[in-house]
């Protein structure tokens, strides 16, 4: 498709010229993004630089918890860019449902977060959008369409009635392939649907038996799903 002129009436068909209607629109939802994504990164340095020893007994004692020695010793010896992936799923799981036990009174990550937004430097627009993390459920979708370099779209696989989600991403759009399962965590914004960072990869030949263990997991479903998908990284698949 050939590139819109600034100046050129705008497709959307409003009478006003491309640059002063859905160009700039376009733009203002980029900058929103942008500064969503910085609020997380803002919340998660936070947390990691103030709560260093809670974190690791929280890994060791519920992230880790159903792994023996030499599946965490896997996990730490496996390719770089997955362990990148896994320290991002960690903390993204971490803030979005994880608790301090041994912390007197709050003890949710996300809340000491939010109760710190001041120092931390978050805006309203980041704490909405971070507080949606304890409300949108991790769930495992395959993807049904993908534009690389613009969009995907998924589906929930276990929902088989569930509707096609389309999201706008043209960093993680360029990472997939039709056909692809994978985990996601996904916030609504006043655009459009947007990932919460976390990524939890699915290889074809593991995706029916998780699927049958996730249909009977209850409660338990995003222990199931991570804990599977930990073993997944500690077998180097």
Not at 30 to 42: D, P, T
Not at 128 to 143: G, H, S, W
Request: proline content about 4%; some cysteine.
């Amino acid at each position: 498709m050939a590139q819109i002129q600034r100046n050129a009436p705008c497709p959307c068909g409003s009478g006003k010229k491309y640059k002063k209607c859905c160009m700039l629109t376009a733009r203002q939802q980029q900058a929103s993004a942008l500064n969503r994504r910085e609020g997380v990164q803002k919340a998660l340095a936070w947390i990691s630089a103030q709560y260093r020893e809670p974190i690791d007994r929280w890994v060791d004692e519920v992230w880790l918890a159903e792994l023996d020695e030499t599946q965490r010793q896997q996990i730490g010896t496996a390719d770089p860019r997955i362990r990148s992936i896994h320290d991002i799923n960690l903390l993204e799981l971490l803030v979005a449902e994880g608790r301090f036990d041994e912390l007197d009174g709050e003890n949710r990550p996300l809340q000491l977060i939010l109760q710190h937004r001041e120092s931390i430097g978050l805006d309203d627009e980041q704490c909405e959008y971070l507080a949606q993390l304890a409300e949108r459920p991790l769930r495992l979708y395959r993807i049904t369409q993908c534009v690389p370099g613009e969009s995907f779209t998924v589906r929930d696989c276990l929902l088989p009635d569930a509707e096609a989600i389309s999201i706008n991403d043209s960093y993680a759009s360029r990472m997939f392939d039709e056909g692809d399962t994978l985990a996601l965590r996904l916030l609504q914004t006043s655009a459009n649907w947007e990932t919460s960072g976390a990524l939890y990869h699915i290889p074809d030949g593991y995706v029916a038996e998780l699927e049958q263990q996730l249909l009977q997991a209850g409660d338990a479903y995003t222990r199931m799903l991570t804990r599977r998908w930990l073993e997944l990284v500690a077998a180097h698949v």
